[in-house]
Nanobody
Framework: QVQLEESGGGLVQAGGSLRLSCVAS????????MGWFRQAPGKEREFVAN????????DYADSVKGRLTISKDNAKNTVYLQMRSLKPEDTAVYYC?????????????????????WGKGTLVTVSS
């Protein structure tokens, strides 16, 4: 059973930075595409970024390109989301996700039941 645990959320001022981490309890971590979604208050969950098994391919939502960077450490079964130049509209619960069945390019259109595993989320609040 795949389990994901996020950490690193918190309160930050606009323009600040945070780094989220997600530790995966997956024996075959290298086989999974890992990524992040977020859900702002009153909105649907949306795709943020994902990364392929060896870290050489990444994809981002247009709203975060150039400000957020996804990376992974296969030796630690961990995926990161470095967040810079944060804006109040980045305020959301950020969820880690893992999937080995769907192409990473399809993640923006996939729903909750399409991912093999979700974390419980970590709250990021950006104050203006």
């Amino acid at each position: 059973q795949v389990q994901l645990e996020e950490s690193g959320g918190g309160l930050v001022q606009a323009g600040g930075s945070l780094r989220l981490s997600c530790v995966a309890s997956i024996p075959t971590f290298n086989y999974y595409v890992m990524g992040w979604f977020r859900q702002a208050p009153g909105k649907e969950r949306e795709f943020v970024a994902n990364i392929n098994w060896n870290g050489l391919m990444t994809d981002y939502a247009d709203s975060v390109k150039g400000r957020l960077t996804i990376s992974k450490d296969n030796a630690k079964n961990t995926v990161y989301l470095q967040m810079r130049s944060l804006k109040p509209e980045d305020t959301a619960v950020y969820y880690c996700a893992a999937d080995s069945r769907n192409p990473m390019t399809r993640w923006p259109e996939l729903g909750d039941y399409d991912m093999e595993a979700w974390g419980k989320g970590t709250l990021v609040t950006v104050s203006s």
